[in-house]
T-cell receptor, first 114, second 113 residues
Framework: DGGITQSPKYLFRKEGQNVTLSCEQN?????MYWYRQDPGQGLRLIYY???????QKGDIAEGYSVSREKKESFPLTVTSAQKNPTAFYLC?????????????FGPGTRLTVL | AQSVAQPEDQVNVAEGNPLTVKCTYS??????LFWYVQYPNRGLQFLLK??????LVKGSYGFEAEFNKSQTSFHLKKPSALVSDSALYFC???????????FGTGTRLQVFP
């Protein structure tokens, strides 16, 4: 987990609220990713970014938004349009978007909708 | 479409015995394969990867994996299991068309004393 921080560790949200999850890295990696983890479903890609001010939708982007204003930061906003947001959210980075590069993961944020 | 399958939801093994966690894949082109481990309420930790070269790949914490092209498998192994190896293990394959990682659904390893 070293070099990638996610905050908060636990987050509670009321229905209808937007919340923002933080992901910061000091590894000087170019590419950053957001995944959602649900029991028995593995990890699903929400958004990813290869460079500053550019990002692409993953497989389940609906109801989420991101920004990449700085290389070190890739915050994820879970909007009220996301109908089932309770999950464990993981941020990851790679040195560059290359097919042999290992992805390194942060410690995760557990979001619960009340 | 690229995919990866972990056929076992859970694997139980006694401490000191060898362990195997299975993974099969389907890709077009060269497979780039990864294993990760996740402890409760933590992020994923990288164990090892196969890109090219020797079919037996050695990784962290005494784990190794065997790439078998004819069987399209990449099983994770360890000669002697520890109780501390109990965790959730994920196999992943790089999608050659999109460069994204595709993860299996995970296998929970339980090592009993």
């Amino acid at each position: 987990d070293g070099g990638i921080t996610q905050s908060p560790k636990y987050l509670f949200r009321k229905e209808g609220q937007n919340v923002t999850l933080s992901c910061e890295q000091n590894l000087n990696h170019d590419a950053m990713y957001w995944y959602r983890q649900d029991p028995g479903q593995g990890l699903r890609l929400i958004y990813y970014s290869q460079i500053v001010n550019d990002f692409q939708k993953g497989d389940i982007a609906e109801g989420y938004s991101v920004s990449r204003e700085k290389k070190e930061s890739f915050p994820l906003t879970v909007t009220s349009a996301q109908k089932n947001p309770t999950a464990f959210y993981l941020c990851a980075t790679t040195p560059r978007l290359a097919d042999t590069d290992t992805q390194y993961f942060g410690p995760g944020t557990r979001l619960t909708v009340l | 479409a690229q995919s990866v399958a972990q056929p076992e939801d859970q694997v139980n093994v006694a401490e000191g015995n060898p362990l195997t966690v299975k993974c099969t894949y389907s890709v077009s082109g060269n497979p780039y394969l990864f294993w990760y481990v996740q402890y409760p309420n933590r992020g994923l930790q990288f164990l090892l990867k196969y890109i090219t070269g020797d079919n037996l790949v050695k990784g962290s914490y005494g784990f190794e994996a065997e790439f078998n092209k004819s069987q399209t498998s990449f099983h994770l192994k360890k000669p002697s299991a520890l109780v501390s190896d109990s965790a959730l293990y994920f196999c992943a394959v790089r999608d050659g068309d999109t460069d994204k990682l595709i993860f299996g659904t995970g296998t929970r390893l339980q090592v009993f004393p």
